[in-house]
């Protein structure tokens, strides 16, 4: 379960001029965090509509698994999302008749209303009541991290035109310092406001709206509107950029806006740079009902000529019928290609040995290597503390908080835990344009590392080139490199109350102890940053074409890193960068090689073998081209390069 805590601190961290705008910054700290309760459970939720009524917000579902509450901001607040004018647009003369919201167990709400307002750079600077209701609704007691849907109906009604530039949709509750009323749905994302009153001393500017950053969540608010829907109307969503191989075809992911009553079937044409293929039918094999979004997998063929197009789908039939919606049509652009270029996507965490939630940051870097193999790169930057024996700051993203993270340094920080893996997924699905190919070598004697990268892409431009140089199996024998822990049993700053209750892949930090020797993975040790300065250089990308990169990164000097530092785990990362906005495109990553500190299987001993390990702890029975690892009969162990 996701959860998250908007404090008036945490958003006075982030206040902008205005005073009016504040930007949430996740903190730490579990105070105020409400977590899962042992066998919590989700409230039946079925939306109560009459057949000619829809939902609008950020999603039309039944949808909710968290709750947020701004503690620090008591008394009787306001919250509420933005419906813009695009959003209003298929609703133009339906009649606005009430509001839907998922409200947190035992918490009542006193109020729904819908505004008329103005946003100018998240701001609102005018707002006008169009409707509201003083109905009182209150949400059964039940565990955490649970809640109910609630329906408030206005006593009259309103039509939707052109006249609203945007509407504000929400609902009026208490915050305490100690409760959780506000339902979101972890599966979108979507600003929202909160009218609270906050004094010029704490940075706001009294009793008003203040914008909160979605950090990845949507409010489960909900307009319901009322009209005379046609039956069979469809509009598909567009459905960004995709790549299939020439001569084939691949299947897309494709999001249909069902106004209608029924979906169990579409047909449709497929366009390429404005020439329309025959009309195709899909069947669904099934009906989705009245409204909502759904998202189908529609087969889309190859251009017969390598590159890019635009590609135009029109659902042209819904349920046999004749499409009835206005908007019949979405876009997306097709890229043709020889190949398929593998996506890798990069998480860079803010860690450290002092800091008492880092272990989770630990746990999920390692599932996502688990779960997405050399398709997750994943970089630990120990940057909290300069006791930190792998201490390393040669580049800074601007953590504010650890554990905290960034995914291919794009769409600001994330909880690694809570936040990344959903991020993470999502950004694998994005098209890759280029592929990175990386590789290392050891050299003068071991104490640096000459990288070479190629990048093979699609498309021209300028990019830019940085290599990393990460090390797994750190470890050590001193207090340094002791991990803090406050997911130990009794300390006062774990979230949790029992073992039981936590995620059962944390649940071994139960027992850790305050402080644990930990074993370190992913850990920058040495990058192409010269004090937050890339110095690694790239040529222009070529469409259709290959570029390479070299750089000379130094290894670590201090005695204490270089003494953990097992050098057949010592890898090599190049990230491509976008000149632009410095996202992270693609990357590579691969192990370092040609160390002078291996032994080359030719070497001889005395001792004989009694076991071989590969360098993922595999025993074998006889030696593996590559790193073998030998557990000797004197009792050593000894690592050797069988060639």
């Known amino acids: 379960m996701k959860k998250i805590l908007l404090s008036a601190f945490a958003m006075l961290l982030a206040v902008t001029a205005n005073a009016q705008n504040f930007t949430v910054e996740k903190l730490q700290s579990p105070l105020g965090v409400q977590t899962e309760a042992f066998g919590a459970h989700k409230a039946p939720a079925k939306a109560n509509l009459a057949a000619n009524q829809r939902l609008v917000g950020y999603f039309n579902t039944d949808d909710c698994d968290n709750y947020l509450g701004a503690t620090s901001i008591t008394g009787n607040n306001k919250v509420a999302i933005v419906l813009t004018a695009d959003d209003l647009v298929p609703y133009y003369g339906k009649k606005i008749v009430g509001v839907r919201f998922n409200l947190g167990q035992g918490e009542t709400s006193t109020g729904v209303f819908v505004e008329n307002v103005k946003i100018n750079n998240g701001t609102i600077t005018e707002n006008t009541a169009i409707v509201t209701s003083d109905k009182s609704v209150t949400s059964a007691a039940g565990a955490k991290n649970t809640g109910e849907w609630h329906e408030v109906m206005f006593d009259n009604k309103v039509e939707i035109n052109s006249s609203f530039e945007a509407l504000l949709v929400g609902y009026c509750y208490k915050q305490k310092s100690n409760n959780y ?15 609270a009153n906050i004094p010029a001393s704490n940075g706001g500017n009294g009793e008003n709206w203040y914008q909160i950053n979605s950090d990845g969540y949507g409010l489960s608010i909900q307009l319901i509107v009322e009209g005379d829907f046609a039956p069979n109307a469809v509009q598909p969503l567009d459905f960004g950029k995709f790549m299939v191989v020439k001569g084939k075809s691949k299947n897309i992911a494709v999001s249909l806006f069902n106004l209608g009553s029924k979906l169990s079937s579409i047909d449709y044409t497929i366009a390429l740079d404005g020439k329309a293929g025959a009309e195709q039918h899909l069947d669904f094999g099934k009906d989705y009902g009245v409204g909502g979004t759904h998202t189908v997998e529609i087969p889309f063929a190859a251009d017969s000529k390598i590159g890019t197009s635009t590609v135009t789908l029109t659902v042209t039939k819904v349920n046999g019928v004749e499409n009835a919606n206005a908007t019949k049509t979405a876009t997306g652009t097709l890229y043709t290609v020889e190949r398929e270029f593998v996506k890798r996507s990069v998480v860079e965490e803010g860690t450290g040995t002092d800091c008492g939630y880092c272990p989770r940051g630990h746990v999920v870097m390692h599932n996502m290597h688990n779960l997405y193999g050399d398709q997750f790169i994943g970089i630990a930057l120990h940057q909290r503390s300069t006791t930190d024996p792998m201490y390393n700051n040669s580049y800074y993203l601007g953590f504010k908080n650890f554990p905290q993270c960034m995914v291919n340094r794009s769409n600001g920080f994330w909880d690694p835990y809570d936040q990344m893996p959903a991020v993470l997924k999502a950004s694998l699905n994005e098209i890759a344009l280029a592929e990175v190919t990386v590789a290392g070598t050891f050299a003068d004697e071991d104490t640096k590392v000459n990288a070479t990268a190629s990048v093979e892409s699609l498309v021209a431009g300028d990019y830019d080139i940085a290599f990393m140089l990460t090390a797994d199996g750190l470890t050590g024998k001193t207090t340094s490199w002791k991990q803090q822990n406050y997911f130990s049993k009794g300390h006062s700053g774990n979230p949790y109350r029992s073992k039981s209750s936590m995620p059962e892949d944390i649940q071994f930090l139960w027992d850790k102890g305050s402080s644990y020797y930990e074993t370190y993975n992913d850990v920058l040790i040495a990058s192409s940053y010269v004090s937050d300065k890339n110095k690694a250089t790239l040529p222009t990308l070529v469409a259709n074409g290959t570029v390479s990169s070299e750089y000379t990164l130094k ?5 204490t890193l270089k003494k953990a530092l097992k050098l057949d785990q010592v890898y090599v990362v190049a990230v491509l960068l976008d000149k632009k906005t410095g996202a992270i495109v693609n990357a ?16 001889g001993t005395e001792a004989t073998v009694v076991a071989r390990y590969t360098v993922n702890g595999v025993q074998v029975s006889a030696p593996v081209k590559g790193v073998n690892i030998l557990k000797m009969s004197d009792g050593t162990t000894r690592k050797v390069l069988v060639k």
């Not at 009323?181 to 009218?195: C, H, Q, R, W």
């Not at 290894?555 to 005695?559: E, R």
């Open 588 to 603: 590579g990553r691969a192990r370092v090689t040609g160390s002078t500190g291996i032994e080359d299987v030719t070497n």
């Open 181 to 195: 009323p506000i339902g979101v749905n972890s599966k979108v994302d979507g600003p929202f406001y909160v009218f």
């Open 555 to 559: 290894m670590p000097t201090k005695t």
